[in-house]
């Protein structure tokens, strides 16, 4: 059974910076794209960002540029790291993973029970 568990959210004053983490277990990830989702209060979640078993990446215009994610294969382990916050990016962040085909953003099957990030002005 595959087990997502997110780590790493917090308060944190706008600008600046949180390391989300995800550990992944129960089956082999390779060739699983590894996403992260937010969903802000009163919102639809949202898609933030993705990371290929080699390492390729997408994001969301949102946070291109403040956000990277990675991933440690060996240790079936993703994080985002997350810079120059802002207000806006207050949300559950929810980590998700995917067998590595079709879009960046959607049909992801497997789902973290998500971490609080709250940015305060």
């Known amino acids: 059974q595959v087990r997502l568990v997110e780590s790493g959210g917090g308060l944190v004053q706008a600008g600046g910076s949180l390391r989300l983490s995800c550990a992944a277990s129960?089956?082999?990830?390779?060739?699983?794209?590894m996403g992260w989702f937010r969903q802000a209060p009163g919102k639809e979640r949202e898609f933030a960002a993705a990371?290929?078993?080699?390492?390729?990446?997408y994001y969301a215009d949102s946070v291109k540029g403040r956000f990277t994610i990675s991933r440690d294969n060996a240790k079936n382990t993703v994080h985002l790291q997350m810079n120059s916050l802002k207000p806006e990016d207050t949300a559950v962040y929810y980590c998700a993973t995917k067998t590595d085909e079709g879009s960046w953003a959607g049909d992801y099957r497997y789902w973290g029970q998500g971490t609080q990030v709250t940015v305060s002005a």
């Open positions: 129960g089956r082999t990830f390779s060739n699983y794209k």
């Open positions: 990371i290929t078993w080699r390492g390729f990446t």
